[in-house]
Each structure stands twice: as structure tokens, then as C-alpha cells.
């Protein structure tokens, strides 16, 4: 079954509907502590299903998709004596379709979920193609199932709570699609500016239509990441490597600030092997520079980064460095390599573009 994507403001109506539609099954909303105090009390009053739900709340942060929240949670579900046709209704950010969406796809063999997401990140991205996880062993997404939701509920009503530095991170993944779509989606999304003079969540809606679009044909196409879907890691080989020294380094960086920044690097990769236009590369890396500033980073930096490109999930052996890279926007090639002095020449042509060297 393919999953529904409503656009809309008028969540609490929209989830009414699902939930009709679904034969007005029991419902569990599962929230963290922000999206708890922020969000359901509009939601409560918006909507019959959510004010008759049992409300599951999980502690906000990256900490709770652990085997301990997991185990929290399928304990909640079963206090509630959840049944299969218990639908789950997950209100939040990435962590909470990450989690909730998990626990779901494996509580009794599968409950149905819904995703409302919350940060315009998790709305671009995590809510949508059926990616299930929580972390273990120290590493991120390693235990997890691609199972899709009923439907996303995707409306932009939540993001004026939203710091700018959010906002730009969500954004990084709506760049990313646009590279994988047109030069014409493109040019829309580097004229655009989502958080300058003010939040313009308005203009946004549109924009993250056609962008949510892009990543819907990807998935249906390949939804477990066995050809196609691997085009969505664009820019995450080098952007993962940055996001892991940073934390290494005490310093955490928004993953799309990482992932803008590891699409100028990969761009750069891009052109060097397979003729990525040179004059798009200018573009985007000017919208990053003059939104994201840059990763800071020295040559002397270059081994640790490599070393840590080498340990990421998506290449086939630990000798390999994955990528995907573009022949031009709209074109990727997946399953691309790269050696360690290539990887170094694009690092170095990054730092220039965006005013390290
Ligand atoms: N975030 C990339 C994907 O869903 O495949």
C-alpha cells in the first residue's frame, strides 16, 4: 500500500478524516515533551480522535530512540492494551517517526501509523518512505525497518516555533531534492529564502509540495534502497563524516547544515568525475555559503574524515567509499567511488568555494 500525503493546514480535520476512513479504530498519539506541551493542546482541540487518544509522551532528544525507549514504549502500548487495529498517530520531529513509526511496525506484527510531522526536516524527509529506527551500539539507524505509514499529514503551521537554524536545516534536504529533480526546481528553491527578512512558511508550502513529490517517486520506486533510493544519500557520505568529527569534537551541527555542506563537497566530487556543470555548482554553493557559512576545516583534518567515510553504512566493504553522485541536476549516479586524494582534492576546492582557504 502506498502511503497517503495530505497537505494541509487544518491538521486536527485531517487526522479526523484518516481516522474515520480507517473505521475509527483505537488511538495512540505518540509525542515527545515538546511536541506534548506545544502542539497537542491545539490538536486536542482540533480534533475528536486525538482528544478521545491515549497520549504516549517520550523525553525530547536523540536519546530516547534507544532500546530502553523502544522497550518504554511497546510497555505504553501494551498498558493500553493495543490492539492490531490500533492506529498510531506520531506528533513530532524525526526522532519521534524514527521511534514511534518502530515501535508500530514491529508492536504484534504491525500497527498502522500516522505521521504528523512537526519540523519542516522530518516533513522533507522522515516522514515520508517508511524508514523505522533507534540507535544501537553507538550508531545511528542501526536497527530498523522500512515500513510505510498510512498517511503524512504535512502542514507548515508548526514551523513558526521554529528557530531559523531548523528551518535552514529542513531546507538542506529540499536543496538536495531539487538537485535530484530540474534546473527549473532548482533556480525556485535558491531564490527562495525561508527564513529571511521573516519565516515565510506561506511561500514554503508550495515548495515542499513539489520537494515531498520528488522524494514520493523516488520511494515508490525502490522503498528499500536497493537502486534508485540511494540517489536521497546525496551529499550525506561527506555530510555524515562532518556531522561525526563535529560530535567527536564536542561541537554538534544541525544533520542539514552537515548534509549542505557535504552537497558542496560531493558537487565538487560531482564535477570532477562525471562533468557535474560548473555553473550550478557556483550557485548552490553560493545559497550555502551565504546561508549555512561553512564546516570549518583544515587539511590536516582530511585523514580523520576519511577514515570516518570509510565506516559508513552504505559502502560494501570498508576499502570503498560510497557515493551518489550527478551527471548534471536531475541526473545521479548511485553506487559512484572515490579514493582518499580525489576525496582530498574536493575537500580543498570546498574550502575555497566557501571562503575557508
Ligand atoms: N533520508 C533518505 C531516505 O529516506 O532514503
Redo the contacts with the bound molecule.
Sequence with gaps: MKQKLIFTNLVGEAIDGLIAELGNPQVAVVADTNTAALVLPILVNDSKAVADATVITIPAGDGSKSIEGLSELWQKLSDMEASRSTVVVNLGGGMIGDLGGFAAATYKRGLRCINVPTTLLAAV??S??G?TAINFNGLKNQIGTFTEPVAAIISTIYFNTLSDQEILSGYAEMIKHALLEDDATLGKVLAFNPVSPLKNTVGLMPLLEASVDV?RRI?EEDLT?KGI?KA??FGHTIGHAFESFAAAAKSPIPHGYAVAWGMVAELVLSQMKKGFPSATLHSVAAYVRDNYGAFPITCDDYPALIASMRQDKKNASAEQINFTLLESTGHPVIDCTATPEEIGAALDIYRDLLGLA
Design positions: 524527509d522522515a515520508v518512505g524508514k522524494k520511494v534502497e533510493r536521497l544519500n
